[in-house]
């Protein structure tokens, strides 16, 4: 039922697009931001010309009397999304797999009381499916914040996150510097990867490059865990390489100091087209009152997924693993 409600609002949602973008001689990026504004409550029409206005009413009419969850409006905006980056050369404009998210989200109730209501933050949140992923998967009420610089990304999150009636704190700014909110809960988050160009904002933070431009993914880790709470989770998608770098060791100390490594996920190689863009998923704990090292951190190679057998093996695994971790928050 919700893959045919997938199927009908992502139709509906591309048919809109193609329309708008034969119109007005846009890019289908550009043309999905109008779509999603008109479906989502028929805002911007005055942009459209009357024959374009009157065919994408009637388009809207087939799934306006029907309603729909989250998870089907999630799906098929990500898959509108896909078709508008398809071919992207720029990684930021690269959404999270919904197989990550979705372990990120098993993760994240493996260290959090499904009963305990959390605040939860997305320093790179992009067009928002990773966050609104792992919302959709969370039964309690919550607290949202995420942040991006991208102007078009962060209106396509924002507009992602009210079709599927999420409430989400929006901060359209450059990450790596300052946030008017409290620290929080959990920070999930997929690191930007490469050299951050502002160096005088890199000078404040602790990974700084001793010389030349710093890492914004080493920055990224700084950040997050200044805005957690003591005790607070971080899960992040991180590059393969990130603790064989040049400035690893610098890194590798911060953390000793700052957070305990609960565990390593090494994502399946067959998800990646070369090594160099393999990825893991790393989860920390900011020190804190009572919180303990793991004694052995949860380092786990995933096999492929299309292996039903060997990935229900390592997840009971990880389940006996989280039975004697000591740190979950209740």
Same mark, same amino acid.
């Given at each position: 039922?919700?893959?045919?409600?997938?199927?009908?609002?992502?139709?509906?949602?591309?048919?809109?697009?193609?329309?708008?973008?034969?119109?007005?001689?846009? !890019?289908?990026?550009?043309?999905?931001?109008?779509?999603? &504004?008109? $479906?989502? /409550?028929?805002? %911007? #029409?005055?942009?459209?010309? @009357?024959?374009?206005?009157?065919?994408?009413?009637?388009?809207?009419?087939?799934?306006?009397?029907?309603?729909?969850?989250?998870?089907?409006?999630?799906?098929?905006?990500?898959?509108?999304?896909?078709?508008?980056?398809?071919?992207?050369?720029?990684?930021?404009?690269?959404?999270?797999?919904? !197989?990550?998210?979705?372990?990120?989200?098993?993760?994240? &109730?493996? $260290?959090? /009381?499904?009963? %305990? #209501?959390?605040?939860?933050? @997305?320093?790179?949140?992009?067009?928002?499916?990773?966050?609104?992923?792992?919302?959709?998967?969370?039964?309690?009420?919550?607290?949202?914040?995420?942040?991006?610089?991208?102007?078009?990304?962060?209106?396509?999150?924002?507009?992602?996150?009210?079709?599927?009636?999420?409430?989400?704190?929006?901060?359209?700014?450059?990450?790596?510097?300052?946030?008017?909110?409290?620290?929080? /809960?959990?920070?999930?988050?997929?690191?930007?990867?490469?050299?951050?160009?502002?160096?005088?904002?890199?000078?404040?933070?602790?990974?700084?490059?001793?010389?030349?431009?710093?890492?914004?993914?080493?920055?990224?880790?700084?950040?997050?865990?200044?805005?957690?709470?003591?005790?607070?989770?971080?899960?992040?998608?991180?590059?393969?390489?990130?603790?064989?770098?040049?400035?690893?060791?610098?890194?590798?100390?911060?953390?000793?100091?700052?957070?305990?490594?609960?565990?390593?996920?090494?994502?399946?190689?067959?998800?990646?087209?070369?090594?160099?863009?393999?990825?893991?998923?790393?989860?920390?704990?900011?020190?804190?009152?009572?919180?303990?090292?793991?004694?052995?951190?949860?380092?786990?190679?995933?096999?492929?997924?299309?292996?039903?057998?060997?990935?229900?093996?390592?997840?009971?695994?990880?389940?006996?693993?989280?039975?004697?971790?000591?740190?979950?928050?209740?």
């Amino acid at each position: 039922m919700e893959q045919s409600n997938v199927e009908k609002l992502y139709k509906c949602i591309d048919n809109i697009t193609e329309m708008i973008q034969s119109a007005k001689n846009e !890019t289908y990026l550009e043309s999905l931001v109008l779509s999603l &504004n008109i $479906l989502l /409550d028929g805002g %911007r #029409q005055d942009e459209l010309d @009357d024959v374009t206005r009157h065919k994408v009413i009637e388009a809207i009419q087939t799934v306006n009397e029907e309603v729909f969850d989250a998870e089907p409006y999630r799906k098929a905006v990500s898959l509108a999304i896909l078709k508008a980056m398809k071919g992207a050369s720029q990684q930021q404009h690269l959404l999270t797999p919904d !197989t990550v998210s979705f372990l990120i989200s098993y993760l994240m &109730n493996k $260290l959090i /009381d499904s009963k %305990r #209501q959390i605040s939860i933050f @997305d320093p790179a949140s992009g067009t928002a499916n990773l966050l609104t992923t792992v919302l959709n998967q969370m039964e309690n009420p919550f607290k949202a914040y995420a942040s991006e610089v991208d102007p078009t990304l962060i209106e396509l999150a924002v507009l992602n996150a009210n079709l599927q009636r999420r409430e989400i704190s929006f901060y359209h700014q450059d990450s790596l510097r300052p946030f008017l909110i409290e620290p929080v /809960d959990v920070v999930v988050t997929d690191l930007p990867v490469g050299y951050y160009p502002d160096d005088a904002t890199a000078a404040e933070y602790q990974l700084k490059a001793d010389e030349g431009h710093s890492y914004a993914h080493h920055l990224f880790i700084e950040q997050s865990l200044k805005y957690l709470k003591d005790g607070g989770f971080f899960i992040g998608v991180i590059p393969e390489f990130l603790f064989d770098s040049d400035q690893s060791d610098k890194l590798y100390a911060f953390l000793q100091e700052t957070a305990h490594i609960v565990g390593v996920i090494r994502l399946p190689e067959t998800f990646f087209k070369s090594k160099n863009q393999a990825k893991s998923v790393l989860v920390l704990q900011k020190k804190g009152d009572g919180t303990k090292e793991p004694k052995q951190p949860l380092l786990v190679q995933l096999p492929s997924f299309k292996n039903a057998q060997a990935m229900a093996d390592i997840i009971k695994q990880v389940n006996l693993w989280f039975t004697t971790y000591p740190n979950r928050i209740k």
